[in-house]
Each structure stands twice: as structure tokens, then as C-alpha cells.
DNA sequence: CGTATCGAGGACATCCAATGTCCACGATAC
DNA sequence: GTATCGTGGACATTGGATGTCCTCGATACG
């Protein structure tokens, strides 16, 4: 079970961004640099965010991202899925229906209890990152990843 | 995010052993038999499995595979993490050290608000898992699966 | 003892999604 | 008009998951 790199971009980036909600779009580039990330593949990762309503990206010069909406209505959830996909990692493959004592798939229409505890799981784990805003991971920042200032290497 | 398929193998033979968790041990041919899987890489995770105490090997003819411990005493978790390990799925790649913002490591010795709450999340995730046992999975199973008779193809 | 059956484990080959790059296009500020 | 910026698709690369095969040691049975 791994979790996509990107998630972990695109947290930072909307965090980055929550410190300063209503300032002026900024661009990709700016983010990457940022980060050392490599830019267009990033671009990739705040398309998705775009996509879900996490971000508000503007075109032309002094285009970029900024955030959709306050960070206090934005979950870690929220950017995760944006990401990441919302599926269950477990997939189930109806192993149940194979084999010597394979069941026929009438009477499979239900999920069994083994994919239940899974999805269980899911949820729980869903649940947990629901509860966290953009906002609070903002404030829990350590103050040095905190204080750090977007617009150093802006133009202008 | 993507769990590894031989999770659901491995339940599905650990709930198949716990059916009869005092019987004569179950050969990998069987158990891969009972849901058409791949029998030299099925024999992967039920080494695993073994590796990490679920289940018991035993040599020679007659012999296979049985529970290590009693079914009540074997959680979703063990199965899971033995077979996928127990690595969190957020692996931080400290990217708050790189780039325009660099923090200098000295003061990144702790981890910083992004990734506990992936990992308060892991463990939400983890805590779900650990409070279902194999037993109760097998008791709650749909009847067509929980009567399935491992003995039938069995030589003999 | 010899032999057949079993698991353990390492050396591969294969597949596929994640990762990363590049280019053409439309939008916009100046 | 031009330079800057995001969008989206077409690639190439990489590494882990998947799957196979072979050798080895252990054991039941005669
Ligand atoms: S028994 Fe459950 S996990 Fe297994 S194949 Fe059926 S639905 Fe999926
Ligand atoms: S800020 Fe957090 S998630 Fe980001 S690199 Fe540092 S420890 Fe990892």
C-alpha cells in the first residue's frame, strides 16, 4: 500500500497557499520552486485540485492558484482525494466465486464480510482526515515552515 | 492508494483455516485450488503470513498449513500487515527542506503537522482493522462461503 | 535406507501504474 | 502583438506488484 508523492505536494502547496487566502494567484512555477518540485509534473497534481474545487486557477500573466474557497472548508480529505482518487484500496476480485468450492454468482450480489471490515477501514481512515481543515494544519504549523514567504521569488 | 491483492488471498485462507483450526494441515495446492490462485505465488504470502506468526508450516507429505493461534486471537490487522507490511501509506519526503523555502534540517528533527495527521489517520485506519478477529469474520460470513468444505479435494 | 511430497527461498521474467517530460493550444495582461 | 500562464494530451522512464521456475531441506512412508 503505497500513497502517491503528490498527495504530500499538494498539501503543502494548498497550506501555502491558506497563508495568504485572498492575496494575489500564484503560479506554478513559484510553487515548485518552492519545493524544488519538478514544475509540470506538479501541474499535474494542481489540475486535479482544480478539477475537485480545492483550487481557482487564473490564466495570463499573473495567473496561478489560489484557493477555491477559505481554508477553513477545506479538508485534508478533501486534497488527498482530489489527488489520490476516492476508491478503496482494497479492490475486491471475487475470489469467492473461483475455485473448487466456488460459489455462483447469484448468490454473490452482497458483499461479503471480508470486503465489509475492509471498507470498514476505509472509512475510519476517511473519517479521521474529514476532520481536519486546511486551516488547522495551517496553525499547527511549526513556525518555520510557517512563516515562510511566497512572494520572495515572485516577479516584482 | 492501492493494497496489494494477496491481502484478500491471505484472508480468504486464514478464514478458510479457521473453519477448522485443529485439523490435519492444509497443503498451499489446496488452499490455491479452493479459489483458482496462483499456486507458487500464493505460497509467497502464505510464507509471509508464517513469517510474521499467523499461521504454522509444517513439512513433508501431510503437510501445510494451519493457524498459529487460535482464530479469536488473530486480527484483520495481523493478516493484513503480514502480507503488506506496516509501513504508513504517507511516506514524507521532507520536502519542507528543498527549495526556495528551505528549512535547514537541524530544524526538521520532528515531523511536522502534514504528516501526523496522515499518520493519526494511518492509525485510525490500523484501529479498525485490529478490532475485527478472523473469528468473528468467519462467523459472519454468508453461508455459501462459510460451508465450503476444505477437505473435499484433499488426497484421500 | 530410498522416494515422493511438502514448504523455504532465491533468481529471474513480465506487467502496469506512478513518475516525469514535452509540445500545442487557448486565455489574458500589458 | 507578445510574453506569460494554465490545460490537456502524447509520449518515455521507472519501480513495485505479479507470476514462474528451480534448488534446497524436511518429513512421512515403506
Ligand atoms: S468473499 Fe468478500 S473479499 Fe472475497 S471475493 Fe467475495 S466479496 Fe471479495
Ligand atoms: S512538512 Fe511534514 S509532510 Fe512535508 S516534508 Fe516535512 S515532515 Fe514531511
Redo the contacts with the bound molecule.
Keep these: 500500500?503505497?500513497?502517491?508523492?503528490?498527495?504530500e505536494?499538494g498539501l503543502h502547496c494548498v497550506v501555502l497557499l491558506a497563508q495568504d487566502p485572498d492575496g494575489a494567484?500564484?503560479?506554478?512555477?513559484?510553487?515548485a520552486q518552492q519545493f524544488a518540485?519538478?514544475?509540470?509534473?506538479?501541474?499535474?497534481?494542481?489540475?486535479a485540485l482544480?478539477?475537485s474545487g480545492v483550487?481557482q486557477?487564473?490564466?495570463?500573466?499573473?495567473?496561478?492558484?489560489r484557493l477555491a474557497r477559505p481554508p477553513e472548508e477545506i479538508t485534508a480529505l478533501d486534497v488527498l482525494e482530489a489527488?489520490?482518487?476516492s476508491a478503496s484500496p482494497f479492490v475486491c476480485q471475487e475470489i469467492r466465486q473461483r475455485g473448487t468450492g466456488g460459489v455462483p454468482p447469484e448468490e454473490c450480489r452482497l458483499p461479503c464480510t471480508v470486503s465489509s471490515v475492509m471498507a470498514a477501514a476505509h472509512e475510519a481512515w476517511r473519517a479521521s482526515l474529514r476532520g481536519v481543515t486546511v486551516a488547522e494544519i495551517r496553525e499547527r504549523l511549526p513556525k518555520n515552515v510557517r512563516e515562510r514567504d511566497v512572494r520572495a521569488t515572485?516577479?516584482g
Tied chains: 1, 2.
Excluded at 494567484?25 to 510553487?31: A, C, F, G, I, N
Excluded at 486557477?57 to 492558484?65: E, L, M, N, R, Y
Aim: aromatic share 6%; net charge positive.
Design positions: 500500500m503505497k500513497l502517491s508523492q503528490g498527495v505536494w494567484p500564484v503560479s506554478r512555477r513559484t510553487l518540485l519538478p514544475e509540470t509534473y506538479l501541474a499535474k497534481h494542481l489540475q482544480v478539477r483550487l486557477a487564473t490564466s495570463g500573466p499573473k495567473g496561478g492558484f489527488i489520490e482518487g515572485a516577479p
